[in-house]
């Protein structure tokens, strides 16, 4: 079981609920005051005095007095009305985080909502029971309504859940479960889709899988460093040092580790002419320690996202008051997202042109063209070279920001809006692009480290080679290659590379 704190949850924990299935509780040290909320919401409810959300419609309609005996139609109301989500379902193991980050907003006891509605997320999420949440309709302004709206519907009884690999009715889902429909108290259903939940967990998402790639690139470009007989004196620890960017000194460490040893590089480390390597080979730790340390700061602004209350209005127990604010824009998620993208990118940019150099005999130190031992009757690695500069084409196109896109919406009241959504979705296809650049990275590295023997590279770098030829053989005559170049990316995806290599960094 995954017992979450609010307030104090770490990565590593939500990594933990994304990647694996079973049980996630809430720490039930968070129950008092929840309950000391919920009595407040209650007690607004009844009373004269206008709340927003609470006995007001929404919106535009903030102004129009709602009678205590029409509380819970007000919260199913608003429930339907909002399930206006559409395009292809979010994926069962982001949903699970999306719960996740709702029961820790929740369980700071500033929504006002009742423990049975924690303790009902609890419960589906024990049961496998995940909503069905349409990815598009959220503008990240009023938090992510549509999305959350969906997750909030399955609650209810509403809308489609997935069980067991199947889409179902949630009514007969819940049914199944012995789980009933929850009936809505006063601002339970505001409170249950205002928030940025779905961007974060989205944005996490890429978060966890950008780390990955992150790991995985410092490993294949020591291969390639190798594999074009690169010269390892920008590594040295004093360059990175004098800068005092800690990703770059981390990079420079990680290579310097990955490559100690190899025959390679010591059978050119005399008599090598070459004054410089190009810049994809010499400012490695430069740009993929700049990358690091860009997704440093988006991972520290979403895990303080995750631990936050963005729904409104809110509750503050202390001063006895219930005040309308606006937690629930997505700006933080929103600008995350936009830098893990631009690091998404120049992961991809710079691993492309080590591509580049590997292919071409003009370009690199005596391997044969295109990594191919018969050029001119096969093709080698000609397209998949081809390959990479499409994909990292479009990693650069969908790297643009997405927060600056603000446009107004709901009768102009929500008038700056985050795009938070659209930022954070577009990452899982760039996550995607950037592991099939690295995977073809990887297989040309390899190709090019072994046209060196009888020189070896060194005992880790081997392990990443071995690991590789257990699933792709080396190329000799033309073969059809896209299987093999998934494995490769496959391979970058769970996290192998940087396992079998040892290598780990700091996040």
């Given at each position: 079981?995954?017992?979450?704190?609010?307030?104090?949850?770490?990565?590593?924990?939500?990594?933990?609920?994304?990647?694996e299935s079973g049980s996630v509780r809430l720490n039930p040290g968070a129950k008092p005051v929840v309950d000391a909320a919920a009595a407040m919401v209650s007690e607004a409810a009844m009373g004269r005095m206008p709340v927003y959300g609470v006995n007001t419609g929404f919106g535009k309609l903030a102004s129009t007095k709602i009678r205590p005996d029409d509380t819970a139609a007000l919260q199913r109301n608003l429930i339907v009305s909002h399930c206006c989500g559409t395009g292809e379902p979010l994926d069962e193991s982001t949903t699970r985080l999306m719960m996740a980050l709702k029961l820790l907003s929740l369980g700071r006891g500033a929504s006002g909502v009742r423990w049975d509605v924690i303790d009902r997320i609890e419960r589906m999420l024990e049961r496998a029971l995940l909503p069905v949440v349409p990815t598009q309709g959220s503008v990240g302004a009023s938090g992510d309504l549509a999305p959350l709206a969906h997750f909030t519907a399955a609650m209810i009884g509403v809308g489609e859940i997935h069980q067991s690999g199947r889409r179902m009715k949630a009514s007969d889902a819940l049914e199944s479960a012995g789980i009933k429909p929850l009936?809505?108290?006063p601002k339970e259903g505001l409170g249950l889709i205002n928030g940025t939940q779905f961007s974060n967990a989205c944005a996490l998402k890429a978060l966890f899988d950008a780390w990955r790639m992150a790991e995985a690139s410092a490993v294949i470009a020591a291969l390639s460093t190798d594999a074009v007989m690169g010269s390892t004196a920008p590594l040295i620890s004093e360059i990175h040092e004098l800068r005092g960017h800690a990703g770059q000194i981390d990079v420079a460490h990680a290579m310097r580790t990955l490559m100690q040893g190899s025959e390679i590089r010591e059978s050119h480390r005399k008599g090598d002419k070459r004054v410089q390597d190009p810049y994809c080979i010499r400012c490695q730790p430069q740009v993929l320690g700049a990358t690091l340390d860009t997704l440093r700061i988006a991972a520290r602004t979403l895990e303080i996202e995750a631990n936050a209350v963005t729904d409104n209005p809110?509750?503050?127990?202390k001063l006895g008051k219930i005040v309308s604010g606006g937690n629930f824009h997505a700006e933080y998620v929103g600008f995350a997202a936009d830098q893990i993208a631009l690091a998404l990118a120049e992961i991809g940019a710079i691993a492309q042109r080590r591509v580049a150099?590997?292919?071409?005999?003009?370009?690199?130190?005596?391997?044969p063209p295109f990594l191919t031992p018969e050029p001119g009757?096969?093709?080698?690695?000609?397209?998949?070279?081809?390959?990479?500069?499409?994909?990292?084409?479009?990693?650069?196109?969908?790297?643009?920001?997405?927060?600056?896109?603000?446009?107004p919406t709901s009768a102009n009241q929500e008038d700056h809006v985050a795009m938070s959504a659209h930022g954070a979705l577009r990452l899982h296809r760039m996550c995607t692009?950037?592991?099939?650049?690295?995977?073809?990275?990887?297989?040309?590295?390899?190709q090019g480290i072994e046209a060196r023997s009888p020189f070896q590279t060194s005992t880790r770098?081997?392990?990443?080679?071995?690991?590789l030829r257990t699933e792709v053989p080396p190329l000799g005559k033309?073969?059809?290659?896209?299987?093999?170049?998934?494995?490769a990316a496959a391979l970058v995806r769970s996290g192998t590379v940087a396992s079998v290599a040892g290598l780990r960094l700091h996040r």
């Open positions: 079981m995954i017992v979450l704190d609010p307030g104090a949850t770490t990565l590593e924990t939500l990594e933990a609920v994304f990647r009936v809505l108290g809110l509750v503050l127990v150099l590997m292919v071409d005999p003009t370009l690199n130190f005596d391997l009757l096969n093709s080698g690695f000609m397209m998949a070279e081809i390959t990479t500069a499409a994909l990292m084409s479009e990693n650069k196109h969908l790297a643009n920001p997405c927060v600056t896109d603000s446009t692009n950037l592991s099939v650049i690295l995977g073809i990275e990887m297989l040309c590295a390899a770098l081997q392990q990443v080679l071995t690991a033309d073969r059809y290659l896209a299987p093999e170049i998934e494995t």
